[in-house]
């Protein structure tokens, strides 16, 4: 099966700092890559969705200029978190496919944790 | 407001025994249907996917869907402890659209 690894696996950093997180399809071109949010006992968000080259669609609610998105290659997308804060400690996910009718792969999540 | 409903347990089962995990939805248009499996602190795997009415078996996983009564089912047969997870069910919009899921439903197979 495909295969979308993610790193770093768990990050801790301070209020105010940034983070970024990355996404890769290991064997495959993703065209669309997908960004979740998962806390404790609740359904995974989606975020936003992003296409190589062109800009991400943001969920309504997500702050475009906090989660910053970037999805330059086929085969990789990163998600900033600019100026991060204790509530956006969470699971966050990449989800990747490659043509609009197929599954949908998951990567295996970054547990971010702001001090 | 498109939604996925499912039963958030938790639903214990004998191990052995078969588990039966029920999904609904409310776009009558959605034409792709997944189940993914949830362990805790990891993310979701694939494990079974349904396109048409009728049932879908691979290995030990039966999918069933009826898309007249927007209902989709995962039976689990001879749970296994290992089989205790979360399980999601995800609808897609459209063929352009993103996965919309449930909440999820929690399942524990007590040996």
């Known amino acids: 099966g495909a295969v979308v690894s993610q790193h770093p696996s768990r990050v801790i950093c301070k209020s105010g700092t940034s983070v970024k997180i990355e996404c890769r399809s290991l064997d495959f071109q993703a065209t669309t890559m997908f960004w979740y949010r998962q806390f404790p006992k609740q359904s995974l968000m989606l975020m936003a969705t992003?296409?190589?080259?062109?800009?991400?669609?943001?969920e309504q609610g997500v702050e475009k200029d906090k989660f910053l998105i970037n999805h330059a290659s086929l085969t990789l997308s990163t998600l900033t978190v600019t100026s991060a804060h204790p509530e956006d400690s969470s699971f966050y996910i990449c989800?990747?496919?490659?043509?609009?009718?197929?599954?949908?792969?998951f990567g295996p999540g970054t547990r971010l944790t702001v001090t | 407001q498109k939604e996925v409903e499912q039963n958030s347990g938790p639903l214990s089962v004998p191990e052995g025994a078969i588990a039966s995990l029920n999904c609904t939805y409310s776009?009558?248009?959605?034409?792709?249907f997944f189940w993914y499996r949830q362990y805790s602190g990891k993310s979701p795997e694939l494990i079974m996917s349904?396109?048409?009415?009728g049932d879908k078996e691979d290995g030990r996983f039966t999918a069933q869907l009826n898309k007249a009564s927007q209902y989709v089912s995962l039976l689990i047969r001879d749970s296994q402890p290992s089989d205790s997870a979360t399980y999601l069910c995800?609808?897609?919009?459209?063929?352009?659209?993103?996965?919309?899921f449930g909440k999820g439903t929690k399942l524990s197979v007590k040996p």
């Open positions: 349904i396109y048409s009415n």
């Open positions: 776009d009558r248009g959605s034409q792709s």
């Open positions: 989800s990747a496919r490659v043509l609009a009718d197929v599954e949908q792969y």
């Open positions: 992003s296409n190589e080259g062109s800009k991400a669609t943001y």
């Open positions: 995800a609808v897609k919009q459209g063929s352009q659209g993103n996965l919309i």
